[in-house]
């Protein structure tokens, strides 16, 4: 592969949409910095991205401490010019309203939108001076309505939204191409198939689901989209997902 002068980073870079996103952006020849809680994780993924002849450089990342988060990307604009960056941190939980308490409330809202404002922010103060750069964010469902049990989850996906909609109307005409990606699907996971099989998601039909690879791909489709023609918003669905 052709390696390329620049780096995208990738907060939230877990076991499955993360490292797909990761995979995706290494194998166009980008230099990937993936952050994720407990770094040590990480190695299954640098192992899979080098032998592809990938580069990848991990790091543990709290995206909640904006210590960290300043650093993340100081050092991801140092090894590039920072091109692409891409938070995809989930935090979905879902509890009855009266039995939400207050700290799980707190660590969702600031895990899927705080983090996200820090690790948008930080990007784009290295991509202005350029004038170039995409800035992407992974949404879902829960950040257009809400739904029973997802109070925490739903609030936090709304405020995502809105500080990726405020950085879109500032930043594109600006040369940031920033965008949202509402994800209108269970994600094929682990997780997300026990609790199908815990009975706490209806309809867990494998066309419901979709593949991580998928929604890292539409992210290398809104990278290679012209100036004349971003996205902002876009949503994705399998086939058999009702909406």
């Known amino acids: ?48 991205i080098e032998a592809a002849g990938g580069r990848i450089v991990a790091r543990s990342l709290d995206a909640r401490n904006e210590d960290e988060v ?37 660590k969702v809202w600031e895990m899927a939108c705080y983090a996200g404002f820090l690790s948008g922010r930080e990007a784009a ?11 992407f964010f992974t949404g879902a469902t829960a950040g257009l309505r809400g739904g029973k049990g997802y109070a925490a989850f739903a609030s936090a996906k709304f405020g995502l939204r809105a500080v990726a909609e405020s950085a879109a109307r ?29 009975g706490l998601r209806s309809g867990g039909e494998d066309r419901t689901l979709m593949r991580p690879a998928a929604v890292a791909e539409a992210y290398i489709d809104l990278w290679r989209q012209p100036e004349d023609a971003w996205t902002f918003e876009k949503h994705i669905r399998p086939k058999g997902e009702t909406w």
Request: aromatic share 8%; with cysteine; proline share 4%.
């Open 125 to 135: 103060r290295h991509m202005l001076p350029r004038g170039k750069g995409c800035l």
């Open 70 to 106: 300043i650093q993340f990307m100081a050092d991801a604009e140092a090894a590039g010019p920072l091109e692409v960056a891409i938070f995809n941190i989930g935090a979905n939980v879902q509890f009855p309203f009266v039995e939400t308490t207050e700290r799980v409330f707190r």
């Open 1 to 48: 592969m052709e390696k390329r002068q620049a780096t995208v980073a990738v907060v939230g870079a877990g076991d499955y949409i993360g490292g797909e996103i990761a995979k995706a952006f290494a194998a166009e020849g980008f230099l990937v910095f993936a952050g994720r809680r407990n770094g040590e994780k990480l190695a299954p993924l640098v192992e899979e």
């Open 170 to 198: 500032e930043l594109m005409p600006q040369g940031i191409h920033v965008s949202h990606l509402v994800i209108d699907s269970g994600v094929d996971t682990a997780w997300v198939r026990q609790r199908i099989a815990d």
